[in-house]
């Protein structure tokens, strides 16, 4: 990928308030892969203190996309087509982390593979807590 698609891809993601919000890191962006952590914030979490499902859902959303993006070497947008999130096993950790494939880029659709973690900061350990297969739509 080149240098000028990677300053689009983190300028989009730094303009993204919503990311902002979040306290969003982009760990990692290549061609076909895209990486983000979220660090646990109270209002993420269930009284049980796992992150919300909605959470990993945005998580994989976001991550899916920029994966998409990635693929592509022109400037673009793309949208979700698909997303099927399955859930493995409580989301329990200090912060979640995405790791988006791009396995199938085509002309207009894409499909993605995101692999969702959560992370103790104590030890870094990862737990694997959700699969998804997402479908993306390059629109421009």
């Known amino acids: 990928m080149s240098p000028e698609k990677i300053k689009l891809i983190?300028?989009?993601?730094?303009?993204s308030e919503t990311l902002q919000f979040y306290k969003a890191e982009?760990?990692?962006?290549?061609?076909d892969f895209v990486s983000i952590k979220i660090p646990k914030m109270d209002?993420?979490?269930r009284k049980a203190g796992m992150f919300n499902g909605a959470m990993i859902a945005s998580l994989v959303d976001v991550s899916s996309g920029y994966a998409?993006?990635?693929h592509y070497e022109e400037d673009c947008y793309v949208v979700t087509v698909e997303?099927?999130?399955?859930?493995?096993?409580?989301?329990?950790?200090?912060?979640?982390v995405s790791k988006s494939y791009v396995i199938k880029g085509g002309s207009k659709?894409?499909?993605?593979?995101?692999e969702i973690y959560t992370i103790n900061n104590s030890n870094d350990h990862e737990s694997h807590v959700a699969t998804s297969l997402?479908?993306?739509?390059?629109?421009k």
């Open 43 to 45: 209002l993420m979490t």
């Open 10 to 15: 983190i300028d989009s993601f730094n303009r």
């Open 109 to 114: 659709i894409s499909v993605i593979r995101t």
């Open 83 to 96: 997303l099927k999130v399955n859930y493995l096993r409580p989301a329990m950790g200090d912060a979640l």
């Open 68 to 70: 998409a993006v990635s």
């Open 134 to 139: 997402v479908t993306m739509m390059k629109i």
């Open 26 to 31: 982009l760990l990692e962006v290549e061609t």
